[in-house]
Every structure is written in structure tokens, then in C-alpha cells.
Nanobody
Framework: QVQLVESGGGLLQAGGSLRLSCAAS????????MGWFRQAPGKERDFVAA????????YYADSVKGRFTISRDNAKNTLYLQMNSLKPEDTAVYYC????????????????????WGQGTQVTVSS
């Protein structure tokens, strides 16, 4: 069982920056492809960003491209999401997710492709 714990969420004004972290319980974290998703009230869970097990490949939703950066530190079993130039429409609960078996250096952007999820961290951006 992989446990994922997100942190770093908060309330801030538009234009600000925030860094989310996702700590994994397993030493095999370095073999997992990882992703960030978000869910606003009354909406489906949407893809935000993904990173391959090595960190060599990344992929972003169009809505965050150029503003958000996904990264990982396999030595610390931690995934990050640096969020800059935040907008009110970025307000959501942010979830990290782990995919246990990945092929090559692939990234994944569909919710059903992931095996484990964190509990989420709230990000609220005011205008």
C-alpha cells in the first residue's frame, strides 16, 4: 500500500506563487510515474501535470503550461508542483497520484491510469 500525503496548500491572492509537496511512503517511489490533478467544487477531477519515473519526461495541461512546474526528488520520495502566476480559476483541491507500473519514460494524464491517490490539499486563489 502506497501512502501519499500532500502539503503546501493555502489561501493567496491572484498572481502569487505556491509550492505543493507530495510525500510518498515507499522507497520504490523512484519507480513510479506521478501526477497532479485538481478538483473544483461541482466539477470533475482534472489533470494538471505529470512526470515520468526518472523525471526526464513531463507533461502539462494547457491551462497551466508555462505557469506550473512539476518535479520530483527521488532521494526524498517527494513530488512537487511549483505554481506561479496563480489565477482564481486555479482554486481547487489538488491531489497527487502514483502509477506503479510505467513503461519506458512515459507520462500519464488519465485518472484511471493511476493506482494510488493522496487525500488532497486545498488551494484557494482570490481575485
Amino acid at each position: 500500500q502506497v501512502q501519499l500525503v500532500e502539503s503546501g496548500g493555502g489561501l493567496l491572492q491572484a498572481g502569487g506563487s505556491l509550492r505543493l509537496s507530495c510525500a510518498a511512503s515507499e522507497r520504490t517511489f523512484s519507480s513510479y510515474a506521478m501526477g497532479w490533478f485538481r478538483q473544483a467544487p461541482g466539477k470533475e477531477r482534472d489533470f494538471v501535470a505529470a512526470i515520468s519515473w526518472s523525471g526526464g519526461s513531463t507533461y502539462y495541461a494547457d491551462s497551466v503550461k508555462g505557469r506550473f512546474t512539476i518535479s520530483r526528488d527521488n532521494a526524498k520520495n517527494t513530488l512537487y508542483l511549483q505554481m506561479n502566476s496563480l489565477k482564481p480559476e486555479d482554486t481547487a483541491v489538488y491531489y497527487c497520484a502514483a502509477k506503479l507500473k510505467s513503461y519506458s519514460d512515459s507520462v500519464y494524464f488519465r485518472t484511471y491510469e493511476y493506482d494510488y491517490w493522496g487525500q488532497g490539499t486545498q488551494v484557494t486563489v482570490s481575485s
